[in-house]
Nanobody, 121 residues
Framework: QVQLVESGGGLVQPGGSLRLSCAAS????????MGWYRQAPGKQRDLVASITSGGSTNYADSVKGRFTISRDNAKNTVYLQMNSLKPEDAAVYYCNADVQMYSWSGTRNYWGQGTQVTVSS
């Protein structure tokens, strides 16, 4: 088993920035696709951004030009740089990853525990 450990959430004023991180809790063989999702109260969980093992990225229209997803494969870590934050960006942000534990195993999808992002003056 592996856990995805998120960090970096918090309270920020509109227009501010935050950087989220998500790392695997133990040594693993590889991680394929990684992504960030968010869920606001009373709403469904939606994709914010994703990145493949090769570095191809995809963003929700609402965050294009403001958020940047990146990864460090050596550290099995994914990041989400969030700039020009708006009140509507407030949500619990969840990390998601397709993890291959060993060279001989298949992949399994994991979720992080979530980190709260609050955007308010």
């Amino acid at each position: 088993q592996v856990q995805l450990v998120e960090s970096g959430g918090g309270l920020v004023q509109p227009g501010g920035s935050l950087r989220l991180s998500c790392a695997a809790s133990r040594s693993i063989f590889s991680i394929n696709d990684m992504g960030w999702y968010r869920q606001a109260p009373g709403k469904q969980r939606d994709l914010v951004a994703s990145i493949t093992s090769g570095g191809s990225t995809n963003y929700a229209d609402s965050v294009k030009g403001r958020f940047t997803i990146s990864r460090d494969n050596a550290k099995n870590t994914v990041y989400l740089q969030m700039n020009s934050l708006k009140p509507e960006d407030a949500a619990v942000y969840y990390c998601n990853a397709d993890v291959q534990m060993y060279s001989w195993s298949g992949t399994r999808n994991y979720w992080g525990q979530g980190t709260q992002v609050t955007v308010s003056s």
